[in-house]
């Protein structure tokens, strides 16, 4: 269980706070693509959005996406939001997030990943000695080839329930 269990569970990415970041010294913010920062089928993102992000660059933290779609894909859904990412990040290897810490030339402990799945998101980052914060998914349709992700996810969330270790927090060191 230790490897699909979190560090943080929030209910959006937008309620992780530079200070509460800065306090912890964390100076990147890892993120998954669809479904954590946007809507996997609204690339624009929402001014909720574009304020986090200001926020973030305000405080001189990096928000870096690690994405399992293609250059492609992820380069046309953040043309507007001119953030620095990597594709193909074959999580739940830590293959992506690897090439991202390396890419920000940061340690390890100064990066958290942050994802709406148990599968692909914690696993890799958890595999990759970084913290890791589950966010609830934006919306509650996915692409079809997150369904048998979901599916298992179910079951882990379920057992969570049952342990009373499934509890979305208002910001990541919130009761922890």
């Known amino acids: 269980m230790a490897l699909v269990t979190p560090t943080w569970m ?23 693509l669809d479904n954590t920062l946007i809507a996997w089928d609204n690339p624009n993102g929402t001014e909720r959005l574009h304020n986090w992000l200001a926020e973030m660059q305000t405080a001189g933290i990096t928000v870096m996406v690690v994405s399992n779609n293609s250059h492609q894909r992820v380069a046309k859904a953040l043309a507007g939001l001119d953030l620095p990412f990597t594709a ?3 999580k739940p290897l830590t293959v992506g997030i690897e090439r991202a810490i390396k890419q920000l030339k940061l340690p ?48 882990i969330k379920r057992h969570m329930k049952r342990q009373g270790t499934y509890k979305y927090l208002e910001d990541i060191n919130d009761g922890q």
């Open 10 to 32: 929030v209910k959006a990415i937008y309620k992780i706070r530079p200070a509460t970041l800065k306090r912890l010294g964390i100076q990147a913010v890892l993120t998954d």
């Open 88 to 90: 193909r990040a074959l």
């Open 108 to 155: 390890k402990e100064a990066c958290i990943m942050v994802g709406d799945q148990l599968m692909t998101d914690v696993i890799a980052g958890n595999s990759a000695g970084v913290r890791t914060v589950l966010v609830e998914p934006l919306v509650s349709t996915d692409q079809w080839n997150t369904l048998p992700n979901r599916f298992v996810e179910g079951f």
